[in-house]
């Protein structure tokens, strides 16, 4: 392994034989430094080398002022302790699934590595508390960046999910990134039909290597959830506000992550949330779905389906581009009511004669898509346009995709992305929205 | 005796080390208030200590007070840090090439572990900038381990037992760490170091003034003893009182281990609950504690008798010593012991009770503590432990400074530092271009000499208009215009600071204005007594010109035949005076002429005037 080191800079190393950990003396032309030879940013040049000295302190010294490296013998390191993990009967089972990122971390204070503790063992290492909650299984399912999630892998964590209910837990939690978690919360509600239990998608905003992370109290108040909650829906728990004192659980159908940077990034959209959880007191808001119930797995989703962000000078090639690779489904995020440029409406109409599914929503994100008001939206509704009423685009983006895996008559398509299915549309637009 | 040095200084930059917010202070009401809880993350390593870290942080809220319009939400830790400031990388590189240090290829923010809440983040950001530098003392040269460029803390406003309120107005304003090697080996040598550094740091005209913008701290050991470093000397003037003391406080403590390894003494760790005892006691202080409930527990310190009288440093005893660890592990006021006793209410037959149930002989002190059990306990557990240690010698210990110059204990000598590199801001290289920019300021000591030769001021003066903000414009206005030195600097320096104690907004006076002033001085146009005035006027009077000032004071200028004609006519009404008392008779007659024409003609002038006709008539 190079470290992020290449280049001269490797060149160096693997002339003088030293490695990254080896404790190092460096003669350079100005001084003489020695510490551990430490990684190096992938971003960093290959001009440097890093040392951590005595201090703690990381430095970098120019390859072209080293004139010796002498590599120093050290003691090895300690062992790492780990402590017994003792199962307390009469607790509630609760599964912890990962996907990746670190729900919480070790940080080795000598080399400055961060490693993730993802094993129950290591949990509880981390989070003690959690061993109050429940009897905790994990399961390392994959290791992603959230970014770079794909519709086959929410199929593999719905299936997953299947098993351990399966197998008997009260609750099933899973971590994930945050970038793509709205996605996956819906991807999940759809297919996880009659679910009984509560499936609680869990992130952090504040990486866990460090001592503000949030990925602590969420994750603890995860596990409560999924241990306590009395619904038996997919939600997303993260931050209320920026204060570590009050933690939300929003429907999986009606989140979006919000803000690029602080705690509190998700918001439920034209929904109240599931419930808000406050000193390990879980406060849950009507209606939802109760626990029981035998699961029905549909977790199968068709990825030839588009988001299309309407705007002033859209081009038109994109439709020709969909039309000519067989794209199915097309989920245009309108402007206001749910309108387009009309310059567009013949390829639109192209692509519906084609068999594609052209779903309307609205960029405002907030309140319901209208086409009768103005006479826009009445053509392109009767080109066959489906109203995605009040469903947030990336939401009614997903669930295309799983009603194109169940069918391509577009009658079909039509009823079921107008129908409710996992708490993504209300016939009713409440005062207030999604503010308590 | 072996001192180092540490002192940390605000740097006057623009904006914060890692975001674009401001480098002010506020006392004005917050605008937000976030609560947020830390936690220690495990490593590898020390399992132990983090968990007894882990215990005692568990509790602890913290309260952050913030304002929108000068913290953001990157000192909230709701925002990933901006990159570092350029301008207090340069300052950092500027005052390490002052101290002959060796500066770094490559800068590398490191996070240092900090749970007490003074970070948002749980850590402190800082940097290595250089390292292995040296500056001259009269008793040797001192070397400087290392430099750091790192961002502030978050101020602390107020406490409770379980929780703690910060200001975010101060965390993230660069800060520059400098540490000298354990080199100094006297009081004034730590305390002439401490100068030589701080007029190094101001030198660079880039760093802040005031009370807070520098923190002095002090590491001390002396021979059988241990390291103790000692926080907050704000004074330079006490740090070789500090130094003094500390070596007098470990020569103190090193007697009391010999002397108590002599008697065998040892503290034992049993508790004893003495409350009836004190059922009738005609002690204020035990009785307010037992009244809302409390207990009062006592403990022995077997051989201990009269040591805890002891005195280890100018009042302060080794039961102050004792009483430190009991409030700050124990939270409680304080402590009684019975080289003390009986006082503060606390009768003879009281301690005799307690002699009595403690099975104490008279070679034994017993220690006694009041108030909620838990706390009680937890406090004279801590005189255990601080008790039996004092057989060892000097404990390593963190200690506070008190105005006096002696120390209280604050907390143990902390591990070695937990640091990991923040992988959120890219590591910057110094390059020849960077370095070239360096420019070094003149050194104060340099200047210093240069003002008092070169222009002739007192040494006092120099000394002021040096460090002053308005030292260039002195240069300026002395070298380009020609006007008197030492008038142009009292006026800055001793003017200026009259005014600004009355609350003249003098510092908002533009260069051109004070130009203009001092030139209309030198042409006569008014008196330099009218100056004070004339400024006052003019922050009165915003937006005024200084002819506006001349007017509306009526300092018109005078011909000087009129003053000769005024000075003619007292002459002759005083010849009797003139005559009798001869020279002497010009302070009487000065007055007279002064009420007539003060702030409207230089009193020299009218001085020589006078003198000029006294002298005539005495001829
Ligand atoms: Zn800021």
């Not at chain 1, 939300?248 to 990034?265: C, E, N, P, Q």
């Not at chain 2, 749970?115 to 250089?130: H, V």
Request: aromatic content about 6%.
């Amino acid at each position: 392994m190079s470290f992020g080191y290449r280049g001269k800079s490797l060149e160096l190393l693997n002339k003088y034989g030293v490695n990254v950990g080896d404790k190092i003396f460096v003669k350079t032309n100005r001084a003489c430094f020695s510490g551990i030879l430490m990684p190096r940013s992938e971003i960093g040049d290959d001009k440097h080398i890093v040392i951590k000295l005595e201090d703690g302190y990381n430095i970098g010294l120019s390859i072209s002022s080293i004139i010796d490296i002498e590599k120093i013998p050290q003691e090895t390191p300690s062992k790492i302790i780990q402590p017994s993990i003792k199962s307390i009967p009469n607790l509630p089972n609760v599964a912890i699934i990962s996907t990746g990122g670190t729900i919480a971390s070790r940080i080795d204070y000598r080399t400055g590595a961060v490693s993730p503790a993802l094993s129950a063992q290591d949990l509880y290492q981390s989070i003690p508390e959690l061993g109050e909650i429940a009897n905790i299984r994990t399961e390392i399912l994959l290791s992603l960046l959230s970014e770079n999630m794909l519709p086959k892998y929410w199929t593999m964590m719905a299936k997953s999910i299947k098993n351990h209910i399966e197998k008997g837990v009260e609750g099933i939690v899973l971590t994930h990134g945050t970038d793509t978690m709205g996605y996956t919360a819906a991807a999940l509600s759809f297919s996880l039909r009659n679910l009984p239990i509560p499936v609680i998608l869990v992130g952090s905003q504040r990486s866990s290597d460090r001592p503000s992370s949030d990925a602590y109290f969420n994750l603890k108040a995860a596990v409560l959830t999924a241990a306590k909650a009395p619904f038996a829906e997919v939600g997303v728990l993260m931050h209320s506000s920026i204060s570590d004192d009050e933690l939300i659980v929003h429907r999986g159908t009606r989140v979006r992550k919000m803000h690029t940077s602080r705690r509190d990034a998700f918001q439920s959209i034209n929904s109240k949330p599931l419930a808000k959880i406050r000193n390990g007191n879980i406060e849950v808001y009507k209606p939802y779905k109760e626990r029981g119930g035998s699961l029905e797995l549909k977790a199968d989703f068709n990825d030839k389906v588009v988001l299309i962000k309407c705007f002033p000078g859209m081009p038109l090639e994109i439709f020709n581009f969909l039309i000519e690779r067989g794209y199915r489904g097309i989920v245009l995020e309108g402007t206001g009511l749910g309108h387009a440029p009309e310059y567009i409406f013949p390829y639109i109409k192209e692509a519906i004669d084609n068999g594609i599914a052209v779903v309307m929503t609205s960029q405002c994100l907030f309140g319901r898509v209208n086409m009768n008001v103005y006479s826009t939206g009445r053509i392109l509704l009767s080109m066959g346009v489906i109203p995605g009423e009040d469903m947030l685009p990336e939401t009614a983006l997903v669930k295309l995709m799983w009603v194109l895996a169940q069918t391509n008559d577009l009658n079909e398509i039509k009823k079921l992305m107008l129908s409710n299915i996992a708490g993504e549309i209300s016939e009713r637009s409440e005062y207030g929205g999604s503010i308590l | 005796m072996r001192v180092g040095i540490e002192i940390h200084q605000q740097l006057d930059t623009k904006n914060k080390l890692f975001c674009n917010c401001s480098t002010i202070l506020r006392e004005d009401p917050p605008h937000f208030i976030v609560i947020r809880k830390l936690r220690p993350v495990t490593s590898e390593l020390g399992e132990v200590d983090q968990a007894a870290l882990f215990e005692s942080e568990k509790q602890k809220i913290f309260q952050y007070q913030g304002y929108v319009d000068s913290t953001c939400l990157v000192e909230l830790d709701e925002e990933p840090p901006h990159e570092i400031n350029k301008d207090a990388v340069m300052i950092s590189l500027t005052v390490a090439k002052m101290l002959n240090m060796i500066i770094v290829d490559e800068i590398h923010v490191m996070r240092k572990i900090v749970i007490d809440g003074s970070n948002t983040t749980g850590f402190q950001r800082t940097a290595k900038i250089a390292l292995d530098g040296w500056i001259d003392d009269e008793e040797g040269r001192v070397s400087i381990k290392s430099l750091c460029l790192e961002e502030d803390s978050a101020r602390k406003i107020s406490e409770g037992p379980d929780y703690v309120v910060y200001r975010l107005d101060r965390l993230g304003i660069p800060l520059i760490e400098i540490s000298t090697g354990p080199d100094i080996r006297s009081g004034d040598q730590a305390r002439r170091v401490a100068l030589k550094l701080g007029r190094i740091l101001k030198a660079t005209g880039m760093v802040k003034r005031g009370l807070g913008t520098i923190r002095q701290d002090l590491n001390i050991s002396i021979e059988g003893g241990a390291r103790v470093e000692i926080k907050g000397v704000q004074e330079l003037g006490l740090i070789s009182t500090v130094v003094n003391y500390e070596a007098l406080r470990q020569k103190n403590l090193i007697e009391i281990a010999e002397e108590l390894r002599r008697r065998n003494a040892y503290a034992s760790e049993e508790l004893f609950d003495v409350t009836e005892i004190f059922s009738l006691t005609t002690s204020k202080i035990i009785k307010k504690e037992l009244i809302a409930g409390g207990k009062v527990f006592a403990i022995i310190l077997h051989g201990f008798a009269d040591i805890l009288r002891k005195d280890i440093q100018p009042g302060r005893r080794f039961g102050t010593e004792l009483s430190d660890y009991a409030k700050v592990y124990g939270g409680i006021g304080g402590i009684f012991h019975t080289d003390e006793l009986p006082a503060y209410g606390i009768s003879e037959d009281e301690v005799r009770a307690l002699r009595n149930k403690l099975n104490a002989n008279s070679m034994d002190c017993i220690v006694i503590a009041a108030g909620e059990p838990q706390s009680c306990k937890r406090a004279l557990l801590a005189v255990v432990r601080r008790a039996n240690q004092a057989l060892l010698g000097v404990p390593a210990e963190v200690r506070a400074a008190n105005p006096d110059g002696t120390t209280h204990f604050m907390r143990p000598m902390p591990g070695a530092a937990r640091m990991y590199p923040e992988t959120d801001i890219p590591s910057m290289v110094i390059t020849e271009d960077i370095l070239n920019k360096i420019k070094l300021p003149e050194l104060l000591e340099l200047k210093i000499k240069r003002f008092i030769e070169g222009y002739g001021l007192s040494p006092d003066l120099a000394s002021l208009i040096i460090e002053s903000p308005y030292s260039s414009t002195f240069e300026e206005l002395v070298n380009n215009y020609k006007i008197d030195p030492s008038f142009v600097a009292s006026t800055f320096e001793y003017t200026f600071r009259m005014l600004r104690r009355e609350g003249v907004d003098v510092d908002s006076f533009d260069k051109n204005q004070i130009l203009e002033l001092f030139l209309r001085i030198n042409k006569g146009d008014f008196a330099k007594e009218a100056l004070p005035n004339i400024l006052r006027w003019l922050s009165n009077n915003k937006g005024k010109s200084i002819e506006d000032a001349i007017n509306a004071l009526s300092l018109t200028r005078v011909d000087i035949s009129i003053i000769r004609d005024s000075a003619r006519k007292i002459v002759e009404e005083n010849m009797e005076l003139i005559k009798r008392e001869g020279e002497h008779s010009l302070k009487k007659l000065m007055g007279d002429l002064m009420k007539l024409y003060r702030g409207k003609i230089d009193g020299k002038i009218i001085y020589e005037i006078l003198r000029e006709e006294i002298l005539k008539k005495l001829a």
